[in-house]
């Protein structure tokens, strides 16, 4: 399936940067596990495209977790010149915004990066 080889080629490029990568949750991690990505697809809307083509637009999630604000914006920069050398099997892939919060476990706070992509495919009719 494109999607799930799109993911899986993202989770590879990405550990090029040392960080830990998993895909789609980390129950668990210890500060010295940082900074950590965690990529999530969440959202594949479907249109066609010909008579036996389907066009993806894929929404893709990555959740960076950082020590500090500082190390964040650091590793950010780092993921961010990663992402623009990424390839796989898509058309495009397009950066749709950033958020930055606070996360708190237990009596750790730690830094949150959402990063938000969108990428674009196409597969054959009834494929992902």
Same mark, same amino acid.
């Given at each position: 399936?494109?999607?799930?080889?799109?993911?899986? /080629?993202?989770?590879?490029? =990405?550990?090029?940067?040392?960080?830990?990568?998993?895909?789609?949750?980390?129950?668990?991690?210890?500060?010295?596990? $940082?900074?950590?990505?965690?990529?999530?697809?969440? #959202? @594949? @809307?479907?249109?066609?495209?010909?008579? /036996?083509?389907?066009?993806? #637009?894929?929404?893709?999630? $990555?959740?960076?977790?950082? $020590?500090?604000?500082?190390?964040?914006?650091?590793?950010? #920069?780092?993921?961010?010149?990663?992402?623009? /050398?990424?390839?796989?099997?898509?058309?495009?892939?397009? =950066?749709?915004?950033? /958020?930055?919060?606070? $996360?708190?476990?237990?009596?750790?706070?730690?830094?949150?990066?959402?990063?938000?992509?969108?990428?674009?495919? #196409?597969?054959?009719?009834?494929?992902?």
């Amino acid at each position: 399936m494109r999607r799930e080889s799109i993911i899986f /080629d993202l989770q590879e490029h =990405l550990k090029q940067l040392n960080y830990q990568t998993e895909l789609f949750n980390a129950f668990t991690f210890e500060p010295s596990d $940082l900074p950590l990505i965690i990529i999530k697809d969440t #959202k @594949d @809307d479907i249109t066609p495209y010909a008579l /036996d083509v389907l066009n993806h #637009k894929l929404s893709v999630e $990555l959740n960076l977790i950082a $020590l500090s604000y500082q190390k964040g914006n650091e590793h950010l #920069k780092q993921v961010l010149n990663a992402l623009k /050398d990424f390839k796989s099997k898509f058309q495009t892939i397009n =950066l749709t915004s950033i /958020d930055k919060s606070n $996360l708190e476990i237990y009596d750790n706070e730690y830094i949150l990066i959402t990063i938000e992509l969108l990428i674009t495919y #196409k597969s054959e009719l009834w494929s992902a």
